[in-house]
Nanobody, 125 residues
């Protein structure tokens, strides 16, 4: 049974920072693409960042967010978020998919087979 569990969400003032974690279990994730998505109030779920053998970012977070994986801890992915803005307020989801990513498909929700339940991030102005 594959499980993805997010943690690290919370409330922060604009300009602040948070680090999200995603702990994966149930199989080896060494050869799998892992990504972060978010869904703000009244909005559709959107791509944030992904990590395979390289990293991918949406234009809205590029330069502010950093995605990484902890190879030593295995199956753990992080999202370091800095210079947070109120528009970053959303539920953040961890996802994993067994596909070879490229810039054209890495942001597609249906490429990812496994999803976590999400963690809330609220940025106050």
């Amino acid at each position: 049974q594959v499980q993805l569990v997010e943690s690290g969400g919370g409330v922060v003032h604009a300009g602040g920072s948070l680090r999200l974690s995603c702990a994966a279990s149930g199989r080896s994730f060494m050869d799998i693409t892992m990504g972060w998505f978010r869904q703000g109030p009244g909005k559709e779920r959107e791509f944030v960042a992904a990590f395979s053998w390289t990293t991918y970012y949406s234009d809205s977070v590029k330069g502010r967010f950093t995605v990484s994986r902890d190879w030593a801890a295995r199956n753990t992915m992080y999202l370091q978020m800095t210079s947070l803005k109120p528009e970053d307020t959303a539920v953040y989801y961890c996802a994993a998919g067994s596909f070879v990513p490229n810039t054209r498909i890495v942001g597609r929700l249906n490429e990812y087979e496994y999803w976590g339940l999400g963690t809330q991030v609220t940025v106050s102005s």
